[in-house]
């Protein structure tokens, strides 16, 4: 039988569990909550990676990047360094990258005992994925900071893609979307609507009807998952445009 085109699923994103991490609650809470450190970590274990690219590309070796991540981690966790931000700077990706580059200033006044946090791990990093992610990195002159913006915009595409196939499985619908997801790359991407309509056993037009609604989907998470790193909803269409002018 052919996959059904019906609509999908109620969004994910639009479950309260996902509210209770938008970045406005944790600017409220002042980071002085269990749930705003438990937000804070949540954001953390998704953007680590821009992280680990921008102190590479400021010249740490691998152990040393992986170090300096885990050790700015760590302390943004045990510190209460989110009741400095001022609630107008809002972004957590401008946040983030400031408190990261504070942190590496002093770095060297820190003792050795402290790397890794003196044996504990804020975050659980994968050092061999991140270091094979990074000597992919295009070899050209991006800066550190622009590289870390690149790294970011990239993780939210990739949360983005993750909570589109949560939904398409719940709706037993993962063979439509893993066939469909190459679409997302653009109107060139992935293959024609004839070889898909083939492959799933539908028709070129209800192909078609299945890419809009997927990449209408696509846009309503990624709005989502940008308002969640935003302090107020104004900031939404700016963010949405630096992420695309950092890709």
């Known amino acids: 039988m052919p996959p059904s085109t019906s609509p999908t699923p109620s969004p994910a994103a639009d479950a309260p569990e996902f509210a209770t991490t938008h970045w406005s609650l944790v600017l409220a809470a002042g980071g002085d909550t269990s749930r705003a450190q438990l937000a804070v970590a949540r954001f953390c274990s998704i953007y680590w990676y821009p992280l680990y690219a921008f102190a590479r590309r400021i010249g740490l070796r691998p152990p040393d990047a ?33 408190a990261l580059k504070n942190f590496l200033s002093h770095e060297r006044e820190r003792a050795a005992a402290q790397k890794r946090g003196g044996g504990e791990r804020a975050i659980e990093l994968d050092a061999m ?8 990195e295009p070899a050209d002159n991006l800066s550190p900071d622009r590289l870390f913006d690149r ?16 939904e398409y ?21 992935g293959p024609a609507y004839t070889e898909l309509a083939t492959t799933l056993g539908m028709s070129e037009g209800a192909i078609k009807v299945a890419v ?15 308002a969640e790193t935003v302090a107020a909803p104004a900031d939404i269409d700016a963010e949405l445009r630096h992420l695309i002018e950092a890709l």
């Open 66 to 98: 992986e170090d300096a991540t885990q050790g700015f981690l760590l302390h943004l966790l045990q510190t209460n360094a989110l009741a400095t931000v001022a609630r107008e700077k809002g972004r957590f990706r401008s946040f983030l990258l400031a």
């Open 129 to 136: 994925a991140a270091e094979a992610r990074y000597a992919l």
């Open 151 to 166: 790294g970011w915009a990239l993780a939210v595409l990739e949360q983005a893609q993750e909570r589109l196939r949560c």
């Open 169 to 189: 499985d719940a709706g037993a619908k993962t063979a439509l979307f893993e066939a469909l997801r190459p679409t997302l790359a653009g109107a060139r991407a």
């Open 212 to 226: 809009h609604r997927l990449r209408d989907r696509y846009r309503a998470v990624l709005r989502s998952i940008v």
